[in-house]
Structures are given as structure tokens and as C-alpha cells.
């Protein structure tokens, strides 16, 4: 009987999430190396699955998605967008790319590497290599470890998963402090520097020290009445409360710096960056 609950349940989200799930409007096609159309890179089950060296963007075209998205970038210096460019080339070449939908578009793989490299453009070492898929679903998506949930955005094994429904929330409200690809790259990059022993960034570990010192205390403060910053899903435990700080960092920087000095202070050392005009 759980086991046909179960299955019931899996069906009718599905269901759910097809009637509900992002279309193609005023997005330009994903397409592989050689200009043709993603129906190519379609496995039996209707994924779509491209490996990041063969999405051979033009720097035309990495401009105009990150331009039209992302004003972190715009915010940049002319010698920095450069750097940023070279540096998120690198992470979409290493990365597969896996579209559980049978429309790509060429933002999904831009914009989600994008977001990695705006987390990490203070560090030495921002590929991630632990994290070889990055899975995007169309919306929700469920989640069966621990238990079975409905989730936004997930990190577990070699893959990032993300809600692309969700993604793009996140930069169509760049100041509500909630920002899904944020939150999912932050556990990325705490996990790559902690929990696989391998490729650490030496500031990142260096100054998480601190952070941790000043978050733990902000941690209790908001479980206080008035304190109201932080969501009570980041209360739920101290690794996402670091992630909804990044949010908080990138989003609502001057709020963060104003509310708990210390603990935005220990943010700008441990990302080795300020946030643009703040």
C-alpha cells in the first residue's frame, strides 16, 4: 500500500510539473557545436544531454545573455568582465550539461555557470570539478534521499540540480534576497572545499573560520523574535544558513551590512569580493 501511495503521488506531481513547465517563449534554441538543434542530443528518456565542450558560445552571445540577466556582470570593470568570461568558459566546458526536458535553450547552461563564477569571481579556484552534471528540470522536481520531497534546487553526488522555473525567479527579483542557483553554487563550493579534500580554494578555507565564529552567533539572534532577516528554512540547520547568506550577500547586501557588520565583513574576506555598488 506505501509502495502504491508512493507511486500515486510520483504520478500526479509529474503530472504537475508537465502541465506547469517553463516553454520556450523568447529563448533562443540550445544548439551543439555544429548548429544544430537539441532533438539530436535527446537520450531515450527524453533528456537532453550536452557536454559543456561542445557548447561553443560566441563571446557575442555569452554578453548578451549575461547582459540581459545578470547585472553583477554590467556592474563590472571593462579588464573584469573579461576575466569573467574566460572564467565561465572554463567551468561550461568542464561541466554535462543534462535538460530533463526536450527544449534547451541556451540560456540554462550560461546562466547556471554564470551564476558559479559571480559566486566565486574572488577566488583562485572556482571549477568545481567534485561537481561534473548539472541537472536543470523545467520546474520542481522530486527528491527521494533522504525522503521523498519536492525540491527547488538540490546538491548530492558529482551532480548540481536545479529548477530552472526557480532560477529564473531569482533574477527577475534581484533584491528579495532569494535567489535558488545562489543558494544551490554556495553548498556546491562549501562541499568542493570541505568534503572532498581536493581542489580547495585556500582563502575560501582560510577566512570560513570566521564566518562560521560570526554566523553561529547571528544563527541564535534570529531565532529571537524581531530578528527576521533570515528565513526560518535557514534556521533549520547551520549549512543552509551559509547558503541564504549568499543570497543575502549578493541580494541584499547593504541589509546584511547594516543588520550584522561583523558577519558581512567576514563574508567580503571569505568570497575575497564586495558586492557591486554597495
Known amino acids: 500500500m506505501l509502495f502504491e501511495f ?50 561553443h558560445f560566441s563571446d557575442e552571445t555569452l554578453r548578451t545573455v549575461i ?28 561541466k554535462i550539461f543534462i535538460i530533463h526536458d526536450k527544449s534547451g535553450f541556451r540560456e540554462m547552461p550560461i546562466l547556471v555557470s554564470a551564476t558559479a563564477i559571480k559566486l566565486s569571481f574572488g577566488l583562485e579556484t572556482y571549477l568545481l570539478p567534485h561537481f561534473k552534471f548539472i541537472h536543470i528540470f ?43 542557483g545562489l543558494h544551490e553554487m554556495a553548498h556546491a563550493y562549501y562541499f568542493q572545499n570541505f568534503e572532498t579534500n581536493q581542489n ?35 534556521l533549520n540547520n547551520f549549512q543552509e544558513f551559509w547558503a541564504e547568506s549568499v543570497e543575502l550577500f549578493f541580494e541584499r547586501p547593504a541589509q546584511l551590512k547594516a543588520t550584522y557588520p561583523d558577519l558581512y565583513e567576514s563574508m567580503t574576506a571569505l568570497l575575497n569580493q564586495h558586492p557591486p555598488n554597495i
Do not use: C
Not at 503521488?9 to 537539441?38: H, K
Not at 573560520?209 to 535557514?234: C, I, M, R, T
Open 6 to 55: 508512493i507511486a500515486a503521488l510520483v504520478t500526479v506531481i509529474a503530472l504537475i510539473f508537465f502541465i506547469n513547465r517553463i516553454g520556450g517563449q523568447g529563448r533562443d534554441a540550445l544548439t551543439n557545436n555544429n548548429g544544430n538543434e537539441t532533438a539530436e542530443n535527446e537520450n531515450e528518456n527524453g533528456f537532453l544531454i550536452y557536454r559543456g565542450s561542445e557548447l
Open 67 to 94: 547582459t540581459k540577466h545578470l547585472s553583477y556582470f554590467n556592474n563590472l570593470f571593462a579588464p573584469d568582465k573579461e576575466i569573467f568570461l574566460r572564467r565561465l568558459k572554463e567551468f561550461m566546458r568542464r
Open 138 to 180: 523545467p520546474a520542481e522536481f522530486i527528491g527521494v534521499s533522504p525522503f521523498l520531497r519536492v525540491l527547488a534546487g538540490n546538491v548530492s553526488g558529482s551532480s548540481i540540480r536545479i529548477s530552472w522555473k526557480h532560477f529564473l525567479e531569482g533574477y527577475q527579483y534581484p533584491d528579495d534576497g532569494e535567489n535558488v
Open 200 to 234: 580547495a580554494d585556500s582563502n575560501f578555507v582560510t577566512h570560513f573560520s570566521q564566518f562560521n565564529n560570526f554566523g553561529n552567533k547571528v544563527f541564535e539572534q534570529e531565532k529571537s523574535p524581531g530578528n527576521d532577516l533570515y528565513s526560518e528554512y535557514a
